[in-house]
């Protein structure tokens, strides 16, 4: 494969997690190092930063705040939710793409980011085609959502799920100290696929976790889960759910929307609120007794004090490797994890093409989850407890996180 | 002093901590040293434990998990709210201490927790005196609340701070990933003192903190704190602020309780919540920005895996200390911390009369708040940074806590 020479532009995209910035890291350090690559730009705000000709000279930063990225949460160089237009219906933005492209020699585009952003990346890949601008587009997968398809798993859902099962087995101790009885009700992200509320299933599987489990894979029925809930309350007195906010009922309406229909105070008001605050609500009036809703609310996704080492070295890897994959000639990719056979948990690399990837969710298989629609399978713990092994957090000075400060020195031409 | 044989008991009272179990284990593992104490029992919730004469032999637990206390959050052997009348008014359950108490011959009374904890333990002191049962009293100060009157802090503070401080810095990046505006609310723990909220403030110190705290200690004033958002918000386009859950207005109104009043929807609905949920709407109806709220609710309070070791440390020692003194001769007096002076952080332990302890609360001195009531001063980060130093957290297994398991064999006689 012919050697392309030229810069390098990396954007960060969609929702934020604590390993997105590892994966900046793997393609700015990688970058740095190829001979081929002639510059290394950091987009501000993902694909607006592109089109806004904001983006910063990476060389300019230091090796070390560089590495603090491993550790630092949310994206260092801002994201973005932009949707890019069908090129047939509207060229504006590919057209000054490509002008910004050529204005800066851009030969290489890395696009870290879910599904949408595989959107953008397969978008801008096929554009470049179209137009034969020769480019090497390869995106790099983050979700906490886990719900990217064709790849094992996402960097920055075992994070998470770290964070979350963590969580839960220390809200499970506090829930339970008093003799009386008490519902705690625990709301965690996903809105469409239930890979990390499945991740409390971890700590029931240790012992110290939810006794119950809803997902957003299959319908929510009211009257089913206010027996569960009651059934265990007369039982043992203390019972925690965990529900994912992208809980629906079977005619399609969120949990959060229900709080207008059902959970009417005494005075006939609406009740506003997350999924775990309506539900707080329903089941205090049904049962009587003392519930809490606790939303893990931004904190699921930022916990970078208790990260998985696993996943930040898989995240970090990612970056490096779309980098390599390019300079080798490999274009309209996106890198992602195949887990190899055996008992002990390995993961290689592989490339999808972009557009099998580009708004195609996963979800949790059926069998995964019990037959009463109310936990997870043993084959659910097989799958994510090695994704959560190894512990990783940022360097501390006086006892608190030093995350990584980067100059952002605004590239000109 | 004469030396005292007989059994001793040990209770936990009140909201749990994080490191509530560290001083149990200290309590527990020093009691089981002790030549002169007979039999080491652990109430179960309490004194009211003692009442119904359900506790545990704690000889019967092993070395390991008592070990593993330090670092399992919550009561691990329940804990309870529960007042003692006051025995002019009503002598019943005094009459049925005392019963206990000779039953199984206990002369040491070991509790710990925070105000009405300890005047739990203040009341049966002045009791067992009062009707001449000899018994050494011991309190033990915990609480995240940091609110106990004549010691420099409370085990439990500095953990639960050390907590908040991290995942506010962990906020802080998150909430400012788009180029978008964004106002973020944080609700900290803590009723009547704003030890806890002002943890935030070591965030700030960091530069990764709330550009507004607004504490208990001072009158919520609604007005001056939309102005502030509001010029932030111009200013910066994001904005984060963190506010007690105890922040009460001039006229003596919890903010939650405002949500009747003043936050009503576009349907003049009552909108319900916490203080975070009420201000958030509150200030997207008069910004019109994106506002969420978030409550650190209770996984504040149990984070184990994120803890002091210092708070962990001074727990421990908290506990053992106490049985030293009350072997040595000591009743009637709370275990409490002394800093030294100098400028590298000490601790030096002093007894405080269970009378002055009592009942009373310390809160922030207004001198550590800063003139605008909106955030605090250096004054207040000399004192709490050295108290969140070290790092604490639990063994792991399969990359997940693995707390104390205690047998829990019940005492009988």
Redesign the interface.
Known sequence: MSQLRGAAIFGQSGG?T?VINASASGVIQEALKQECITAVYGA??GI?GVLDEMFYDMSKEDTYELDLLKT????AL????YKLKNAEDDETDYKRLVEVFKKYDIRYFFYNGGNDSMDTCNKVSKYMQKVGYECRVMGVPKTIDNDLFGTDHCPGYASAA?YV???T???Y???????TGMI?ILEVMGRNAGWLTAATA??AY?G?GPDLIYLPELPFDMDKFLEDVQRIYKQNGKVIVAVSEGAKTADGKYIAELGADLGK?A?G?????GTA?VLA?IVKQKTGAKV?G??????Q??????G?LTDVNEAFWAGQMAVRYAVEGKTDYMVAFEREEGAEYKCKIKLLNLTDVANTEKKIPREWINAEGNGLTEDFIKYA?PL????SKPE??????R?ARLKKVLATK
């Open positions: 934020p604590s501000a705000h607006k630092t949460p949310s994206s801002g994201s973005v939710r770290k099962a963590t969580s087995m220390e809200v101790h506090d829930a339970r100290v008093y003799d705690t971890l700590a240790k110290n105070d005075f008001h609406a009740q506003l609120g605050s609500n809490r606790i939303e893990f609310s931004l904190l996704r930022c916990a970078a004090h208790v998985s407890l959560i092994q190894g512990e501390l000075e006086d006892g608190l996180p995350f």
